[in-house]
């Protein structure tokens, strides 16, 4: 059994939800795709009531909240039931109270200083945003040499094209996206296209393999 969140999935599927009535068939279509860890976005006023659904409901999925900016929505999120948190940054006090959360979290970084910040802390698992913005792969390989021990979720900018080539990295363990979760299908409520989306992107570890 994977100890680290970074290898439960390939892929972390970014899902901004709208109606949290929503939330648990969206899920249940990720999950039955290949895709259990599921980032739900605090940038809508439902967030809060889908994490809480989706952990109540789907007891296969790994939900988690993203977007996360302040210790108070640090406590308001693991008490609807987050099971991780994501930050785009950090600050100390938002460190601070993600690692006394009790849940794995992912702070997020886009330079070396703050690489090397963050491993001071002890915090060797982190999120790369935005990571097409901030150098995308070369980046992360050219800190794979001096920084072998931090480890990446990449998001921002990543899609089913260029998400292998994120995958195959050493330091990378998944990324983040949104691709498979389609404003378009959620709003039609197309689960069966999420699944599908869904399903294809769990294959995408392997592809890259293929294309080393």
């Not at 008490?79 to 979290?105: I, N």
């Not at 330091?171 to 699944?195: F, H, I, L, S």
């Amino acid at each position: 059994m994977p100890t680290s969140l970074l290898d439960l999935a390939p892929v972390v599927p970014v899902v901004v939800i709208e109606d949290a009535a929503d939330a648990v068939p969206l899920a249940r279509a990720l999950v039955a795709g290949g895709l259990p860890v599921i980032e739900v976005t605090l940038r809508t006023p439902a967030a809060l009531d889908a994490v809480r659904a989706v952990a109540g409901a789907v007891p296969d999925a790994v939900v988690g909240a993203g977007t996360v900016l302040t210790p108070e929505q640090v406590t308001l999120c693991v008490a609807a039931g987050a099971r991780f948190l994501v930050s785009p940054g950090w600050t100390d006090g938002l460190l601070t109270a993600m690692a006394a959360s009790g849940v794995p979290f992912l702070p997020g970084v886009s330079t070396a200083s703050e690489v090397v910040a963050l491993l001071e802390r002890g915090v060797r698992e982190m999120k790369f945003f935005p990571a097409q913005a901030a150098g995308g792969t070369a980046y992360l390989k050219s800190l794979a040499g001096p920084l072998p021990q931090a480890r990446f979720c990449p998001t921002g900018g990543i899609g089913p094209d260029n998400a292998p080539e994120y995958l195959v990295l050493p330091n990378v363990g998944c990324v983040g996206g949104t691709w498979m979760v389609p404003a378009d299908a959620v709003a039609a409520r197309d689960w069966a296209r999420v699944e599908s989306l869904a399903r294809a992107a769990a294959g995408l570890r392997d592809a890259g393999a293929t294309c080393r």
